[in-house]
């Protein structure tokens, strides 16, 4: 089965910095790669699909980058509210397997 | 409005079984495949199974870890998916949230448009 890592676990930085979390597969998965935000009592929400699909309603300073087996989730200028643990998730094939997350801190 | 609402869950024995509903609306259920992920308490998500559409065969899948012990299932006609877990064990221990599977335009489909706020199952003694 493909296995996802992501790097770093964790990340403080101030706001306003610009932020990546950067996710890698075991195997060429193509764009089939989503980006997912969970807030602290919250669902998990849905950023991106197909590697670089913004989601409706998802703030621009958010974006995906890459193909294959590297991908890239950007936060262009971080923002309090941006606090959470970030998950990448290959699909289109079973199993669905997630990364195990990146936390995002302020410093 | 897409709406989904999970049931079922609660504090059940170690070794028993429990089966958790999902009832959807807002969207042509039929439509779309049906995913069940879980998060145990101070872990990340993990993904338990889901069930495709009948368009694409109908077959379920399922992640290693609960692979014949957990059935994900779905009703049409009512709009509901369920996840049958048996033999439970505490490490099944979590949050469980129902989930849509979206799609692109090229009819791949898998990532995770709408979830619901998930129900909570509790194995101990």
């Known amino acids: 089965d493909i296995q996802m890592t992501q790097s770093p676990a964790s990340l403080s930085a101030s706001v306003g910095d610009r932020v990546s979390i950067t996710c890698r597969a075991s195997q060429d998965i193509s764009i089939y790669l989503a980006w997912y935000q969970h807030k602290l009592g919250q669902v998990p929400k849905l950023l991106i699909a197909?590697?670089?699909t913004l989601q409706s309603g998802v703030p621009s300073r958010f974006s995906g980058s890459g193909s294959g087996t590297d991908f890239t989730l950007t936060i262009s200028s971080l923002q309090p509210e941006d606090v959470a643990t970030y998950y990448c998730?290959?699909?289109?094939?079973?199993?669905?397997?997630f990364g195990p997350g990146t936390k995002v801190d302020i410093k | 409005e897409v709406q989904l609402v999970e049931s079922g869950g609660g504090l059940v024995q170690p070794g028993r079984s429990v089966r958790l509903s999902c009832t959807a609306s807002?969207?042509?259920?039929?439509?779309?495949?049906m995913t069940w992920v879980r998060q145990a308490p101070g872990k990340g998500l993990e993904w338990v199974g889901f069930?495709?559409?009948?368009?694409?065969?109908?077959?379920?899948g399922y992640a290693p870890s609960v692979r014949g012990r957990f059935t994900v299932s779905r009703d049409d006609f009512s709009n509901k998916a369920y996840l049958q877990m048996d033999n439970l064990k505490t490490e099944d221990t979590a949050m469980y949230y129902c989930?849509?599977?979206?799609?692109?335009?090229?009819?791949?489909?898998?990532?995770?448009?709408?979830w619901g706020q998930g129900t909570l199952v509790t194995v101990s003694s």
């Open positions: 197909g590697a670089s």
């Open positions: 989930i849509r599977e979206g799609s692109h335009t090229n009819g791949e489909y898998g990532f995770f448009d709408y």
């Open positions: 069930i495709r559409r009948k368009a694409n065969g109908g077959a379920p």
């Open positions: 998730q290959r699909y289109s094939n079973a199993p669905r397997v």
């Open positions: 807002g969207f042509t259920f039929v439509d779309y495949a």
